[in-house]
């Protein structure tokens, strides 16, 4: 029997290049892939995400790729209508496949009405935006009044540039190399003022790291994946939960 043929190397690309995730696309659901800390990632997002108001509410999933956060929408959260955007086809051919209405578009100019969202998530989305202001604008059109956004992403520090950027891309579990651009991450203070011009009012949740114990088994190939646990610290990897203002007016 032949032998498969060898894999090629994917092209060393621009750092924060999106089309990194088209050279990838296999990789989105495999539990021990280069994407495997999306899929522990996204399991924390979902604690966050509110039940539906009513069945068939739409939640918007912005920078989806392969619909991973479907897996989330279960139990309690089994009411949502999935939404995804993405710039990646052959990430959103995926998500169709998990359960999710999937739009190729640019998060910077969605093709949605306003306030048409009862939750949007905007998941390790912020630290890869070149004009956060205009997403945070977009967020704020699309997201009803009194509506919700569930968000992760990078902070701003030296701790995250050094360990979750430079060394965690070589360590299994990491990011891809070249994924991010320790120049584009955010603070929370950055994006609560961004989002706030925006009518929404973020409030911090806190920080998440990975299990040592479950990735010591993740790594000995004796679990799939790896609890991402709460803590204090927003150095790192942290999350927030921002609210529209009732009366979809600009907060002041």
Known sequence: MP???????????????????D?????????????????????????????????GAPLLDLACGAGLLSVALSGR???????????????????????????RADVHHLPFPG????????????????DLDGVCAEIGR????????????????LFC??????????????????????????SPDRLADALGRAGIEMTVVGGLRPSIVDYV???ARHADTVRMLPTGSTAGV???????SATGKDCP
């Open 142 to 157: 699309v997201l009803a009044p009194g509506g919700t956004v569930v968000i992760d992403t990078l902070a701003d520090t």
């Open 77 to 103: 959260l089994a009411g949502w209508r999935h939404v995804g955007v993405d710039l990646s086809a052959p990430a959103l051919r995926q998500a169709v496949g998990h359960g999710v209405a999937a739009v």
């Open 217 to 219: 088994r993740w790594l």
């Open 3 to 21: 032998r498969p043929a060898p894999r090629r190397p994917a092209p060393r690309r621009p750092r924060n290049d999106p089309a990194q995730y």
């Open 161 to 186: 540039r050094l360990a979750l950027v430079r060394i965690a891309e070589h360590l299994p579990g990491g990011p891809p190399p070249r994924l991010h651009d320790p120049k584009l991450l955010v």
């Open 23 to 55: 050279d990838l696309a296999d990789e989105w659901w495999g539990t021990h892939g280069q994407f495997a800390a999306l899929r522990w990632l996204a399991q924390a997002r979902g604690r966050l995400i509110p039940a539906p108001p009513h069945a």
């Open 238 to 244: 942290y999350q927030a939960v921002g609210v529209r």
């Open 115 to 130: 306030a048409r969202f009862s939750c949007v998530v905007a998941g390790e989305l912020f630290e890869h935006l070149d």
